[in-house]
T-cell receptor, first 114, second 113 residues
Framework: GAGVSQSPSNKVTEKGKDVELRCDPISGHTALYWYRQSLGQGLEFLIYFQGNSAPDKSGLPSDRFSAERTGGSVSTLTIQRTQQEDSAVYLC????????????FGPGTRLTVL | AQSVTQLDSQVPVFEEAPVELRCNYSSSVSVYLFWYVQYPNQGLQLLLKYLSGSTLVKGINGFEAEFNKSQTSFHLRKPSVHISDTAEYFCAVIQGGSEKLVFGKGTKLTVNP
């Protein structure tokens, strides 16, 4: 596709429910990243995938958060037993890696936990 | 761990005035540096990047940034801002040998008439 797409664009859920957020990266981009953007906190790194390598999960805030990338393309970020502090915009980005020099960001999914 | 500091959370300026948004990073090894812009209710857009070569980097919309290795800085500048430059600006860095893009907390630039 022309850009990185994310779905849904908005998600409202009740505390304790599980949610899945989807990211479709640019075709051919080997690297895929998830970030969380909260008011006043900038962009917080969550996880990244590079090709067939093991993902770097060092930014996941708790074991309620997990992500997978199927077939080196689409990625799903899952948040189990959501809490109000999980409310944020979740951004996905893809790139050709450092030498490619650009990370292309999707429009984000705004998650609201009531 | 790599970190990025944007010293000013908010910068108000008048139209046609010059502006500098400050960014400092922590790494002492080779780095790649980026500035992204986020206009209200829009996604992140790459403004400019430094990978190697000339330390003065020119980006879109008349912005430029200078990589200063000795001061570990990558400040963003524009000689004359417009109302349309009102946005949030994020500095980001990748440490050489890593693939992890780390962001600062952002600077909100507000251009007033």
């Amino acid at each position: 596709g022309a850009g990185v797409s994310q779905s849904p664009s908005n998600k409202v859920t009740e505390k304790g429910k599980d949610v899945e957020l989807r990211c479709d990266p640019i075709s051919g981009h080997t690297a895929l990243y998830w970030y969380r953007q909260s008011l006043g906190q900038g962009l917080e790194f969550l996880i990244y995938f590079q090709g067939n390598s093991a993902p770097d999960k060092s930014g996941l805030p708790s074991d309620r958060f997990s992500a997978e990338r199927t077939g080196g393309s689409v990625s799903t970020l899952t948040i189990q037993r959501t809490q109000q502090e999980d409310s944020a915009v979740y951004l996905c980005a893809s790139s050709l890696g450092v030498e490619g020099g650009e990370w292309v960001f999707g429009p984000g999914t705004r998650l609201t936990v009531l | 761990a790599q970190s990025v500091t944007q010293l000013d959370s908010q910068v108000p300026v008048f139209e046609e005035a010059p502006v500098e948004l400050r960014c400092n990073y922590s790494s002492s090894v080779s780095v790649y540096l980026f500035w992204y812009v986020q206009y209200p209710n829009q996604g992140l857009q790459l403004l400019l990047k430094y990978l190697s070569g000339s330390t003065l980097v020119k980006g879109i919309n008349g912005f430029e940034a200078e990589f200063n290795k000795s001061q570990t800085s990558f400040h963003l500048r524009k000689p004359s801002v417009h109302i349309s430059d009102t946005a949030e600006y994020f500095c980001a860095v990748i440490q050489g040998g890593s693939e992890k893009l780390v962001f600062g907390k952002g600077t909100k630039l507000t251009v007033n008439p």
